[in-house]
């Protein structure tokens, strides 16, 4: 990071094994000691790196284990992660779509919301991804208006397909509009796949800091 002259925007917690399809533990029961465990190692290498935004992942329904059961131990787990984690340090819920993630605990922005506001903690915060948000039939402008105030990183990628930008059907330019009128002036990560992935096309990047302004 220091050699390439970079920050790091965003870390994520343990996610446990993603290839086999793990999701994180937050919310997981029999697992959530596991992530408490984990923290003070991960805010120790945030704070080596400089990094103020650790993504939480909630984790999937855990068979024999209702739902409402798995949202109260993934507030808990989350309002000790934001007591433990320095002032500067902000944890985000993402939303994860039903259809690439079949069972996350926080398929959609009311059930992250709904989580937040419980756990009532300053350092607490949305993640807001609009591919994730569009793929499950939502609209992400709506959802920035009604997260205003709670969005603390946001990640931008096309539906279909989660490509770069300007290869499907999200009005980027309506979302960055969206985001300037609610005060949002943190970092956007671009969490795609590439179409051609032979030949990166990041021609993008510049129309974007365009629409952004002086403070893209």
């Known amino acids: 990071m220091r050699d390439a002259g970079i920050g790091v925007a965003l870390m994520n917690l343990d996610g446990g094994y993603l290839g086999s399809g793990e999701r994180g533990f937050a919310g997981v029961p029999g697992r959530d000691e596991s992530f408490r465990r984990g923290l003070p190692i991960v805010l120790d290498l945030a704070d080596l790196l400089g990094c103020h935004r650790l993504h939480a992942l909630a984790g999937r329904r ?20 934001a007591d433990i984690a320095p002032p ?12 690439d993630v079949p069972g996350y605990l926080v398929p ?5 919301l ?9 350092n607490l915060g949305l993640q807001l991804d609009v591919y994730h948000l569009t793929m499950e039939g ?9 997260a205003a105030g709670r969005i603390t990183h946001v990640q ?3 539906v279909p397909g989660r490509h770069e930008l300007g290869t499907g059907s999200i009005p980027f330019q309506n979302l960055l509009l969206a985001l300037d009128a609610v005060g949002y ?12 992935p032979e030949a990166p096309d990041l021609s993008f990047v510049e129309a974007l800091a365009a629409i952004s302004g002086p403070n893209p």
Request: glycine share 6%.
């Open 114 to 122: 709904a989580v937040i506001d419980w756990v009532g903690r300053p």
């Open 185 to 196: 002036c943190g970092a956007i990560g671009l969490e795609y796949i590439p179409s051609r």
């Open 62 to 81: 855990a068979p024999g284990h209702r739902r409402e059961d798995q949202l109260r131990l993934l507030e808990s787990s989350l309002a000790f992660a």
């Open 88 to 99: 500067d340090t902000t944890i985000t819920l993402e939303v994860l779509n039903s259809t």
């Open 108 to 112: 959609d922005s009311r059930s992250a």
């Open 138 to 146: 939502e609209d992400p402008v709506e959802v920035i208006r009604v």
């Open 156 to 158: 931008f990628a096309d």
